[in-house]
């Protein structure tokens, strides 16, 4: 009973946020971590360059290269 009240809460929250023209949902990738991306697939570029390349830190190149693995 309160567990759908509080999502009857969430949802009218969201369709508002909506229609205020909030953008919902995860952020899409930047410019310098596509770039990371693409250097990783298609270059012999090691790790490090790859992220002094797009400026980037190591843990971040590591982490698109990783979760990029995971999806393909």
């Known amino acids: 009973m309160e567990a759908e ?7 009218s929250g ?6 205020n023209g909030k953008t919902l949902g995860r952020p899409e ?6 770039k ?3 250097l990783s ?3 012999e570029l090691s790790t490090k360059d790859i ?6 830190s ?5 982490n698109l290269i990783s979760k990029k693995k995971m999806v393909n």
């Open 5 to 11: 009240l509080i999502r009857e809460r969430v949802i």
């Open 14 to 19: 969201l369709v508002a946020a909506k229609e």
């Open 29 to 34: 990738l930047t410019k310098q971590k596509k």
């Open 36 to 38: 990371a991306l693409h």
């Open 41 to 43: 697939n298609t270059t």
């Open 51 to 56: 992220a002094k390349e797009c400026q980037l």
């Open 58 to 62: 190591l843990s971040t190149v590591y």
